[in-house]
């Protein structure tokens, strides 16, 4: 069992930046792949992004348009969104999770972090 804690959301402006950290305790870990997830006012959760644990290799929706990056630091156990040129619609709770398989659903999710975009 692990335990996810994501943190380094807050208020900022339009074109800002911040970056998230997901921290991992708990039981020995070693997911197929971490995801980072947002949702925004009103609507459901929706995939930002992913990194396959061991490889490193990422993912995106569409809506990122290359302003976020992921990485993750397997030696601390933690995952990351560097989140750049912020927009107003970018604002949301983003949660972290991981996946055991290629095809597992998401789980362990994390209480989450607000991040507020003003305008």
């Known amino acids: 069992q692990v335990q996810l804690k994501e943190s380094g959301g807050g208020l900022v402006q339009t074109g800002d930046s911040l970056k998230l950290s997901c921290v991992v305790s708990g039981s020995a870990f070693d997911p197929y792949a971490m995801g980072w997830f947002r949702r925004r006012p009103g609507e459901e959760r929706q995939l930002v992004g992913s990194i396959t644990w061991r490889i490193g290799s990422t993912y995106y929706e569409d809506f990122v348009q290359g302003r976020f990056t992921i990485s993750r630091n397997k030696v601390v156990r933690t995952l990351y969104l560097q989140m750049n040129n912020l927009k107003p619609d970018d604002t949301a709770i983003y949660y972290c999770?991981?996946?055991?398989?290629?095809?597992?659903?998401?789980?362990?999710w994390g209480q989450g972090t607000q991040v507020t975009v003003s305008s």
């Open positions: 999770a991981h996946r055991d398989t290629v095809v597992t659903h998401y789980r362990d």
